[in-house]
């Protein structure tokens, strides 16, 4: 490769879309590990074919699928178009769909055969860089189950195709990052075997969702929260993601994983740890991480002595979910009758630090509860002191701050008022604000398109996966070893979840926000 190709790296062509400017990423190859699979159908094309008709796709580019199936390019291109007609029904765009096939192509590997990655991906993949003029930019997507994540990347690693060249090779994997804390570290040792730690780009996709991105503007571009944000004057926090689906066909993966570790170890506390954090002096994708490993590294450890304290499980057993019976965990297909694994947790969780010391921050998620919900709510203190004590009866409710990540992403803030003709009656009022949706891209949408552009903001760091696992191991297997079957079932299917969640809460005098 000469000097010339390497130059196409560092030129940025922006476009606009709605009100954002947005980079449009240098000429790249994108390699597919796991394209005849779920994700590759579901997100992954789907997504690219978005960044197509948004035109916020490099010039030059081009993506090579490869799993163990045999099939050519074009039956590739054929499984990719019902996908796309799949994930958009109604808004199927024939001409985007033309200039988008043709940039989609195969190549069957085997996985664990070293050779089958110097022969037939090689040698298609320098064919297609050559065709394609995209300078030797590489990104290697892991679209697979964990158990091949290190014969893929060591054999990558092995036959020099994740550092060839002087252009850049970025690799991705999806969570989950390891099972506990040595799992994490295997991990995180194979990743280092075969590429930099700048190459490698974890993905949390909470990381990616339009209210989660703006969670550092809104707390630092504002001057008018920050001084509050703090024990003075923040009660206690509430993080909540409650979905209403199951584990779907999920059962193989739900069974070994359960809530903490799909939910807690990535999503929960990414969302905790950009509540919590110091702002960093440049809104980068490092000096961004390391605060955020900061609050990950001030949390207290959970006592494992006084667990009822701090944390909460559940199970959901059947109930309705929109007027419709659905059945309990034990009798989703694929699992064991008498599973303990949680389909729901709750966590108190303290942070002992300047910022945050003696203020709690109480998380919960679960499975087939009875709203799809995902908030972040800022508790401030009750007034200093009750002037209308001698007119009002009621103690007023203390001002809530909401950013709602989902649905209808945006933001409350609750306010107290008076109500007109009255001397003194309050009432709470809620000022309001909604993302315009036109503008709204998807969250794996911002992942690819941040990978492309080479930037590590969205995308977690070792340290942070290895602190989160450091954190919930040990409650992890403390909890596997005490519960017992027939602690579960404990909360119906459309419930709020179960009543050792609300003991969690109530215990400290407070409530949680209805769902
Ligand atoms: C995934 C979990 O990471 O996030 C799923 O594996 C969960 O179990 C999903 O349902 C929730 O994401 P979202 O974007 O639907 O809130």
Redesign the pocket.
């Known amino acids: 490769m000469d000097s010339k190709d390497h130059e196409v790296k560092t030129q940025t062509v922006f476009r606009t879309l709605g009100s954002c400017e947005i980079g449009i990423p240098n000429p790249c190859g994108f390699i597919i590990f796991g394209a005849s699979g779920d994700l590759t159908r579901r997100k992954i094309i789907p997504s690219f074919y978005r960044l197509q008709k948004n035109r916020l796709l490099p010039e030059r580019f081009f993506i090579l699928g490869t799993s163990r199936t045999e099939m050519g390019a074009d039956q590739f291109r054929e499984k990719m178009l019902s996908a796309v007609k799949e994930a958009f029904p109604g808004d199927f765009d024939e001409a985007c769909w033309k200039e988008f096939a043709p940039l989609l192509h195969y190549s069957p590997i085997r996985y664990d055969f070293q050779e089958s990655y110097g022969k037939s991906l090689r040698e298609n993949l320098i064919q297609l860089e050559k065709k394609y003029q995209t300078g030797g930019n590489r990104t290697f997507y892991l679209a697979l189950p964990p158990s091949l994540y290190e014969p893929v990347i060591l054999n990558l690693g092995a036959i020099n195709l994740s550092q060839e060249g002087r252009a850049h090779t970025h690799v991705v994997i999806e969570?989950p990052f390891g099972r506990d804390l040595d799992s994490a570290r295997r991990l995180n040792q194979v990743l280092k075997h075969s590429f930099k730690e700048t190459e490698i780009f974890r993905i949390?996709?909470?990381l990616a969702?339009e209210t989660v991105q703006n969670i550092l503007m809104f707390r630092f571009a504002n001057s008018i929260f920050e001084p509050l944000w703090n024990r003075r004057y923040i009660d206690h926090v509430q993080i909540t993601?409650s979905?209403t689906?199951g584990?779907e066909q999920?059962a193989g993966?739900?069974e070994e994983?359960g809530i903490l570790r799909?939910?807690f170890q990535?999503?929960m506390f990414q969302l905790l740890a950009l509540t919590a954090m110091e702002p960093p002096a440049v809104f980068a994708a490092d000096p961004v991480r390391d605060e955020k490993v900061k609050v990950f590294r001030s949390i207290r450890p959970f006592p494992l002595d006084r667990f009822n304290e701090c944390v909460a499980i559940g199970q959901y057993g059947k109930g309705k979910i929109n007027q419709q019976p659905v059945p309990g965990y034990r009798e989703e297909a694929g699992v064991s009758e008498k599973t303990t694994i949680p389909t729901f947790a709750a966590m108190k969780v303290l942070i002992d630090n300047w910022r945050w010391n003696g203020i709690p921050f109480y998380l919960r998620s679960g499975?087939r509860l009875s709203r799809?919900k995902?908030e972040i709510s800022i508790h401030f203190r009750p007034v200093p002191h009750l002037m209308f004590s001698n007119t009002l009866n009621e103690p007023i409710e203390p001002n809530t701050l909401v950013l709602r990540v989902?649905p209808d992403e945006g933001m409350d803030l609750i306010l107290q008022t008076k109500n007109s003709g009255s001397r003194v009656c309050l009432n709470p009022i809620s000022m309001n604000f909604s993302y315009q949706k036109d503008v709204l891209m998807d969250?794996y949408e911002w992942v690819l398109l941040n990978c492309l552009s080479d930037d590590q903001l969205l995308f977690v760091r070792e340290d942070g996966v290895e602190q989160t696992w450091a954190l919930l191991t040990p409650v992890i297997e403390k909890l596997e070893s005490l519960t017992s079957a027939e602690k579960f079932p404990n909360y119906a299917s459309g419930s709020s979840g179960p009543e050792e969640a609300d003991l969690l809460i109530k215990r400290d005098g407070r409530e949680w926000r209805p769902l």
């Open positions: 969570k949390d996709h909470y969702l993601v979905e689906l584990i999920r993966y739900y994983a799909d939910m990535n999503h499975k799809r995902t989902h969250a």
